[in-house]
């Protein structure tokens, strides 16, 4: 059986009670609930400087979302953050000239 990715919550707490709390402000309650269970499948690799962007489902290069996409974007004090939503889901997770969040490699690095 391959290894689920890692929540999301587990390698970027604060960025997750972030978006809980924001998607409350926004009235988003089904969002604020299923943004705390998703998966870190991958980092945007774009390689800008100012994007830390997450996917958080698996999604074809280059394929358009589909007529159920929606965007979320939401107020944070700094930066932006966007969720890219279809059918309900949270695939996306955009995150825009925000201060450096930690990653999971130096995570791994931290003293048990
Ligand atoms: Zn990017």
Do not use: K, N
């Not at 809980?20 to 998966?39: C, Q, Y």
């Not at 979320?72 to 059918?87: E, K, M, N, Q, Y």
């Amino acid at each position: 059986m391959e290894q689920e990715p890692p929540l999301v919550r587990e390698v970027f707490p604060e960025l997750i009670d972030e978006l809980v709390a924001l998607l409350e402000a926004e009235g988003e309650r089904d969002l604020s609930i299923t943004v705390r269970d998703v998966r870190m499948v991958g980092e945007c690799g774009c390689g800008d400087d100012f994007c830390q962007s997450i996917r958080t489902a698996d999604h074809p290069d280059g394929q358009p979302y589909g007529p159920d996409h929606r965007c979320v974007p939401l107020l944070p004090s700094t930066g932006d953050l966007i969720l890219d939503v279809v059918a309900g889901r949270i695939v996306y997770i955009e995150v825009l000239g925000r201060p450096p969040m930690r990653r999971p490699a130096q995570q791994l690095d931290l003293p048990a």
